[in-house]
């Protein structure tokens, strides 16, 4: 089973930051947050990932509380396509860790 | 995009048949994963491989065979196709290092329909 919390659905409106939480209250010291996001009909892609540090890339920023029990991740400048179902994954870091998408957030961005 | 292609894209096939899709990748990444994605059950994984001839079975096994002959090349096979594995699958490759494991970057999908 996942080990995440994500709202069902979200809108955002274009060119506004989009911030989508995720709560993981019992994740442990040596895992990682995960994001991914899969556009309709494609595979999922790669976003960010961090283990207590706030991250940034090209892509979003990711926030994630002192005590590591919930995050955020923020697309600064929400575009139509950015439109998509975002998973939030919690993970080891060693290779026998697999990452199991649970049933992620559709972010709908309107015009 | 990461260089990964599955074929055929599409397929439909009778059950009993057997099956064979591919995943080519031209990213010398070491570590390929195989899964499916049916509706009210998201993403599940079915075969992984961490190198040359190293495989290891995945969440949803039974009915699915996979080889890794070649870096680049991972084949999901089903020996006699099911309805129930009428689905879209997709292939995943990371690399080595560090927590990379779980960077992984998906293909194109191939959407497979068992009549």
């Known amino acids: 089973d996942a080990k995440t919390t994500q709202p069902p659905s979200m809108d955002c409106a274009e060119g506004r930051a989009a911030n989508l939480p995720c709560n993981h209250s019992t994740i442990s010291g040596n895992e990682y947050v995960y994001w991914y996001r899969q556009i309709h009909s494609q595979g999922p892609q790669y976003i960010i990932h961090g283990l207590k540090n706030n991250e940034t890339n090209e892509m979003a920023s990711l926030i994630i509380t002192e005590d590591r029990k919930s995050s955020t991740l923020i697309l600064p400048h929400a575009t139509l396509r950015d439109t998509a179902v975002y998973y939030c994954?919690?993970?080891?870091?060693?290779?026998?860790?697999?990452?199991?998408f649970g049933k992620g957030t559709r972010l709908h961005i309107l015009p | 995009d990461a260089g990964i292609t599955q074929s055929p894209r599409h397929k439909v096939t009778e059950t009993g048949t057997p099956v064979t899709l591919r995943c080519h990748q031209t990213e010398n990444h070491r570590y390929m994963y195989w899964y499916r994605q049916d509706p009210g059950h998201g993403l599940r994984l079915i075969h992984y491989s961490y190198g040359v001839k190293d495989t290891d079975k995945g969440e949803v096994s039974d009915g699915y065979s996979v080889s890794r002959s070649k870096t680049e090349d991972f084949l999901l096979t089903l020996e006699s196709a099911t309805s129930s594995q009428t689905s879209v699958y997709f292939c995943a490759i990371s690399e080595s290092r560090g927590e990379a494991y779980n960077e992984q970057f998906f293909g194109p999908g191939t959407r497979l329909t068992v009549l």
């Open positions: 994954i919690v993970t080891g870091p060693n290779r026998d860790d697999k990452i199991i």
